[in-house]
């Protein structure tokens, strides 16, 4: 756990203490980026804030298994989080919530932990695949219910895991809070000029895990069609592997297509590596299949990048179809390529959808959903205060 942070002038104690749970960079991910986002917003400086630190030290690829490096990094985050709790006694504690299912197994876990404490308890769903995770039936689904229970209040990403969550039975308040960025990310993103390169080459940055799952193969096969009709095309891969082999995979597959210097993967990068990758670009590419709301779509529009990707997850109550950005449905691979091949005839186009996507996606600045957790904690507090009284 790291130390409270001093947040506000007054006498420690004085204020209401928050426990904030999650991972940090690196691997970068979205509740990585969410957490340290959070960390760093002045959204916070009415409380006195600790953080426990839940990331594991394991390449990205291995989440969601069920192995020994797993249990052996929860049971380690379990023992993190009862002693923060016994050393920092938070009267809130905010959790993010996975989608796998030993994530989830792990998260309701550190529910428990936290509820145990006497703290009002806040959980957060991030992950696109949590559908995945409710449809489970017998004991698992046993297991869910009472886990969730430990939440005194739900946060979504956005109000179709509102509706879902509704829908499954669950009767705690629920409010949408959705993900966010860096406040570097927007700061360095709306300084870096747009312009002509020297080259003519159409660049498609794609962020995120390398799979199947992401779409990533599509991409690839759109990328080769370009080629055919003669679009001088660079395509950029920056991430590690989603499952294990995932990007040798999809290396395989660029060998296969023949796309040679068209297509390359950088791994994972951060920092001002990726923000250069970011400038470099002319459009983000994401064609998922499942998503939450990935970071990497407000990264992009802070660089005042275009976006092509699909309508999953709550990324429609982001980006809305031809006004600032483009939505082809996963898995459609001549939809993908049209949109990809009219941005890069169209370089007007580009600034338009990316300049509009720039101006929404400062509703997402850190400070603003910081100040939305900030509202859930208020109203737990309040909540509290009202139990005392009764």
Known sequence: MSEPKSRAPGRTGTRPRLLIVGP????????????????????????????????????????????????????????????????????????????????????????????????????????????DVLARRGRDE??????????????????RWRTMLRDYGLTQPIDVCPSTYRREVWERGTAAPRGPRPDDAFRILYVGQVGRNKGVHDLLAAVRRLVDQGVSVACTLVGPSQL?????????????????????????????ALHRAYESADVLALPSYKEGIPAVLYEAGAFGLA?????????????????????????????????????????GRRALLGGRLRRDVEAYHPDRVGARVADAVRAELMLAGAARSA
């Open 142 to 159: 046993r297991i869910v219910r009472a886990g969730f229970a430990q939440f005194h209040r739900l946060l979504v990403l956005g109000e």
């Open 307 to 347: 976006v092509v990707t699909t309508p999953v997850g709550a990324i429609p109550d982001l980006i809305r179809p031809e006004e600032n950005g483009v939505l082809v449905a996963p898995g459609d691979v001549d939809a993908l390529t049209l949109a990809l091949g009219t941005l890069a005839r169209d370089p």
């Open 24 to 131: 940090l960079p690196p691997p970068i991910g979205g509740v990585e980026t969410f957490t340290q986002a959070i960390l760093e917003s002045r959204a916070f400086d009415g409380f006195e804030v600790a953080h426990c630190d839940t990331t594991k030290g394991r390449p990205k690829e291995t989440q969601g298994r069920f192995d020994l490096g797993n249990a052996a990094w929860a049971l380690r985050h379990f023992l993190r989080l009862q002693t923060a709790v016994t050393r920092f006694h938070p009267e809130v504690v905010y959790i993010p919530i996975a989608g796998t299912w030993s994530g989830v197994l792990r998260d309701l876990t550190l529910g428990w932990i936290a509820h145990r404490s006497g703290a009002r308890v806040i959980g957060h769903q991030h992950a696109g695949d949590i559908p």
């Open 244 to 272: 294990p082999g995932e990007v040798e995979l999809a290396g395989k597959r660029v060998a296969e297509l023949g796309l040679g210097s068209h297509a390359r993967f950088s791994g994972p990068l951060t920092g001002e």
